[in-house]
């Protein structure tokens, strides 16, 4: 290996044990080279930290719903081979746009995402305090007057943020969600995502909703 | 029924990031992690569960990257255009100025041959080992670390950091 190839490897934390002890030997003896080794750890360092935050954005809703439809086809009825690969071509010619009347939490109507089966009854009629797999967490008035709550379906691994207009649940934003603990890029393990977070901190006019008022909006059909 | 749709949603963060160290537009970020999406669901029968769901997309991003890329070179279009100093919006100073050495990383970025600049984000941003990546690649080992090295003098010189 060259010098640089050395290096980048040592930075990298690529050299094997005794290759590193040569490496860390020579660094000692020539601070030129330990210069050239900081200057790699803060070029890693900021390439590293630019891209960071794409991970705590909301993957887009339309997105999830390629996969979250094609999952729930399969979850659905037992499929055969050949109607999965059907399947995969649909969604590749139509990705994005219409998609089909199948079960599942969301659906895509009119360029935006709707709630649907389980998860619209949970938005509509749950409360924080009832808890189960599919969870309803913060409830609040968005700056507009339309309700908005924050919703999390071990199920379905899904988080998200939906807002009531027009009679039905429109999410706003969703992130993949485990209910177990879990390592780094995924969300953690309790409460809403961060990225749900950033979207309520976007949405909301004023507090949060106690329980008392949850319940009364609820009960008044969520009518702003 | 296997649950690959559901670990393609948990690896979405990770595609989105990828594609972005890639494609730099986050519309074009997000148009190749859907190509991505679609490919590996048409594709299903190609993947073995227990084996790593992430390698096999990042290489399924790869190809589809590299095949955009000449289809765009071919048809002479441009990428979308660049939203000079877009969402600086309220930000606190501080975020603003992480946001600007963010542009800084991915103007270089952009600059770096195809080869380089997905070598550079498999191992920087994403953090797989070599082998990890040499095996997304599809190359030597020796062939990805002399284009590391490459691409890291190429960003060192472009990002001023080669000075202490």
Redesign the interface.
């Known amino acids: 290996?060259?010098l640089?190839?050395r290096l980048?490897?040592y930075v990298?934390g690529?050299l094997a044990a005794p290759d590193r002890a040569a490496f860390e030997a020579e660094l000692a003896a020539d601070p030129t080279l330990a210069?050239k080794v900081?200057?790699?750890r803060?070029?890693?360092a900021?390439?590293?930290?630019?891209?960071?935050?794409?991970?705590?954005?909301p993957?887009?809703p339309?997105?999830?719903a390629?996969?979250?439809a094609?999952?729930d086809r399969?979850?659905g009825r037992?499929l055969p081979?050949w109607a999965?690969?059907a399947?995969?071509?649909v969604?590749?010619v139509v990705?994005?746009r219409a998609l089909w009347p199948e079960p599942g939490p969301l659906a895509v109507r009119g360029g935006e995402l709707i709630a649907r089966g389980g998860l619209d009854q949970a938005l509509t009629s749950r409360l924080a305090a009832d808890g189960g797999a599919l969870r309803v967490g913060l409830t609040f008035k968005a700056r507009d007057g339309r309700y908005c709550r924050t919703f999390r379906s071990a199920e379905?691994?899904?988080a998200g943020l939906a807002c009531r207009h027009d009679g039905r649940w429109v999410a706003l934003a969703t992130a993949?969600w485990?209910p177990a603990p879990s390592p780094d890029?995924?969300t953690a393990a309790s409460g809403d995502p961060p990225a749900v977070l950033a979207a309520v901190d976007a949405a909301i006019a004023g507090e949060t909703l106690d329980p008392a008022a949850e319940r009364a909006a609820r009960d008044r059909g969520w009518k702003p | 029924?296997d649950g690959l749709?559901?670990e393609?949603?948990?690896l979405?963060?990770?595609l989105?990031?990828l594609a972005?160290?890639l494609a730099r537009a986050p519309a074009d970020a997000?148009d190749l992690?859907?190509v991505t999406?679609?490919?590996a669901?048409?594709?299903?029968?190609q993947w073995r569960p227990g084996t790593r769901l992430d390698s096999w997309m990042f290489r399924i991003m790869k190809n589809a990257w590299i095949d955009e890329s000449r289809a765009r070179t071919r048809r002479g279009a441009l990428f979308a255009p660049e939203a000079a100093g877009e969402a600086v919006g309220d930000d606190g100073a501080a975020a603003m100025a992480?946001r600007l050495?963010?542009r800084e990383?991915?103007t270089a970025?952009a600059r770096l041959p195809q080869d380089q600049r997905i070598a550079?984000a498999l191992?920087?941003?994403d953090?797989l080992?070599?082998q990890e990546a040499a095996e997304v690649l599809e190359i030597p080992a020796g062939t990805l670390?002399?284009r590391?090295?490459r691409g890291?003098?190429a960003?060192?010189a472009d990002?001023g950091?080669?000075?202490?």
């Open positions: 290996m060259t640089e190839e980048i490897a990298d690529e210069d900081a200057g790699h803060r070029l890693a900021r390439i590293s930290s630019a891209y960071a935050p794409v991970l705590g954005e993957a887009p339309q997105l999830v390629i996969a979250s094609a999952n399969g979850a037992r081979r999965a690969m399947a995969g071509l969604i590749g990705a994005g379905d691994r899904l993949a485990a890029y995924r | 029924m749709e559901r393609i949603v948990e979405l963060p990770r989105r990031r972005r160290a997000d992690v859907q999406v679609e490919r669901l048409v594709r299903r029968g992480a050495a963010a990383v991915e970025m550079v191992v920087l941003v953090g080992s070599y670390t002399s590391l090295v890291r003098a960003l060192l990002l950091e080669a000075a202490p």
